[in-house]
C-alpha cells in the first residue's frame, strides 16, 4: 500500500494558517516555513456604480491579483537576518472613474491594467532587527508615506498613500517597480527614521513594459525620501506621528501652461493617527482617528499642490463582529492655479478645488476573507462645478491565499 504523499506532516499544526483561504497545505506550508520559503498570495476587487451626477451612468469591475514567495536565507544558508523576495501582480478590469470626471479614481485597483513582475528584493538586517537595508526592484509606496488605516478605501484620495504626492509622477509606485534601495534605522522603541533612493524614469508608469525594464540609462532622475515616525503609547493607546520630504534631482517635468520645464521638486507630507477610544486594555478593538497633508510650493508642476485627508476607523463596533471594521474618510485637494491656466489656455473651465466623502463597513467573513460595501460622494467632480456632484456605489471584496 502506497503511503500518503502527506504522511510526513500529519503533526502539523491546522491552525497556524488560519488567515489563508487555502489554509497549511495538509502540513506541507509549514515545512516550507520552517526550511524558509513563505509563499503569498492575495486577491482583491472593486465593483463600483455611479447612480447619481457625473457625467454619464456606468458600472466597472476592476481586480488585482497579487502573489510571490519569500526566501528567509538565514534559514536556507545561515545569512543571518536576510531574505529575498519576487513577486507579481495581475491587473484587470476598467475604471469608472473617467465617467464621473473627478481626479481622484473612485476605484483604487486601476492603473496599469496588465501583468507585472514587480518586487526583487534583497533585505538584510542588523543589530537585532532595529537596522534594515533593503534593494532591487521596488517602489517608494512599499515604504513611504502609508499607513494600514489608509487601505480601507476605495478611493485612491485616501488608499495606500497620500494621492497628491503621486500626481507630481515623481513617486515610485504599486504596481511599477524602478531600481531602489532603502535604509531604516529604530533609534528606540518609539522613533524610527528612514531614507529611499529611487530611480526616476519618463516611462516607468509604461504598462507595456511589464516591470521588466532592468535599463538603467544616463538621462534618468532620483526621487529621495526621508521620513520620520514617532509612534509612542499615549495614556496605554497607540499613536503615530510621521513626517517627511520627497526631493527629486535631474528628473524634467514640463511646467504648465510653458514651454519651460523644472528638473528639481520638492514635497512635503505628514499623517497622523491615534486611538482615541479603546474598549478594553487587553484589546485592540476601538476608535482610531487619523489626518494626512501634503504641501508643495511648485504649483508650476504640481496638479495638486495641497492635499488633506481625515478619517475615523472603528474596529469591532458590534461585539459579536470583533473583526469588522467601520470606515469614514474625507479628503480636500486643491488644484495648482498654473494647471487651471493651461487648462483654460486649452479651451477647458477653471479648476479649484474636488473634495470627497467615502464610508464603508468591511465585513470580516473568515479570517482570511472580507466583503466591504461602500458610499461615496464626490463633490465637484474635476474641480470645474461644471460637473454634479457624483454618488458612487461600490463592494470590495478580497482573500488571502
Do not use: C
Not at 487601505?151 to 515610485?172: C, E, H, K, P, W
Not at 504641501?295 to 469591532?316: F, L, R
Not at 461585539?319 to 495648482?336: A, C, H, I, K, N
Amino acid at each position: 500500500m502506497l503511503a500518503s504523499p502527506l504522511a510526513a506532516y500529519e503533526d502539523y499544526d491546522p491552525y497556524q494558517y488560519h488567515d489563508r483561504l487555502t489554509g497549511n497545505w495538509g502540513g506541507l506550508r509549514s515545512d516550507l516555513n520552517d526550511n524558509g520559503v513563505e509563499v503569498f498570495a492575495y486577491y482583491n476587487a472593486i465593483v463600483a456604480s455611479n447612480v447619481h451626477g457625473g457625467i454619464t451612468k456606468d458600472t466597472n469591475y476592476a481586480g488585482d491579483a497579487f502573489a510571490g514567495i519569500q526566501f528567509d536565507l538565514e534559514k536556507m544558508f545561515d545569512f543571518q537576518g536576510t531574505t529575498f523576495t519576487v513577486s507579481g501582480i495581475y491587473r484587470h478590469g476598467s475604471d469608472i472613474t473617467p465617467d464621473i470626471g473627478s481626479q481622484y479614481s473612485v476605484m483604487q485597483l486601476v492603473g496599469g491594467q496588465t501583468i507585472f513582475f514587480y518586487n526583487m528584493t534583497l533585505e538584510k538586517t542588523f543589530l537585532d532587527d532595529d537596522l534594515s537595508f533593503k534593494f532591487g526592484r521596488m517602489t517608494a509606496t512599499d515604504d513611504f508615506v502609508g499607513s494600514p488605516f489608509y487601505s480601507y478605501s476605495l478611493n485612491n484620495a485616501v488608499n495606500g498613500q497620500i494621492r497628491a504626492v503621486l500626481f507630481d509622477g515623481v513617486m515610485t509606485s504599486y504596481p511599477f517597480p524602478v531600481w531602489g534601495g532603502r535604509v531604516r534605522y529604530n533609534i528606540d522603541d518609539d522613533n524610527t527614521v528612514r531614507v529611499g533612493v529611487f530611480q526616476l524614469t519618463q516611462e516607468m508608469f509604461d504598462p507595456d513594459r511589464h516591470g521588466v525594464d532592468f535599463s538603467i540609462d544616463g538621462d534618468d532622475g532620483v526621487s529621495i525620501f526621508a521620513q520620520y515616525d514617532w509612534t509612542p503609547e499615549l495614556d496605554g493607546k497607540p499613536f503615530r506621528l510621521y513626517a517627511g520630504i520627497n526631493q527629486t534631482f535631474a528628473f524634467d517635468m514640463p511646467e504648465f501652461n510653458s514651454a519651460n520645464v523644472t528638473d528639481q521638486f520638492t514635497r512635503f507630507y505628514m499623517g497622523s493617527d491615534y486611538q482615541v477610544y479603546r474598549e478594553s486594555p487587553d484589546r485592540d478593538e476601538g476608535l482610531t482617528l487619523f489626518m494626512t497633508f501634503a504641501y508643495t510650493d511648485q504649483e508650476e508642476v504640481a496638479i495638486v499642490p495641497i492635499q488633506s485627508s481625515v478619517g475615523a476607523h472603528y474596529k469591532g463596533l458590534l461585539p459579536e463582529r470583533p473583526d469588522d471594521r467601520l470606515v469614514m474618510f474625507f479628503t480636500y485637494g486643491q488644484f495648482s492655479d498654473d494647471y487651471s491656466d493651461q487648462l483654460v489656455a486649452g479651451g477647458g473651465s477653471k479648476v479649484t478645488n474636488e473634495m470627497v466623502f467615502e464610508t464603508g463597513y468591511r465585513i470580516a467573513v473568515t479570517d482570511a476573507a472580507y466583503i466591504q460595501p461602500d458610499l461615496q460622494y464626490v463633490i465637484n467632480p474635476g474641480g470645474t462645478g461644471n460637473i454634479e456632484n457624483a454618488v458612487v456605489l461600490g463592494m470590495q471584496f478580497g482573500a488571502s491565499f
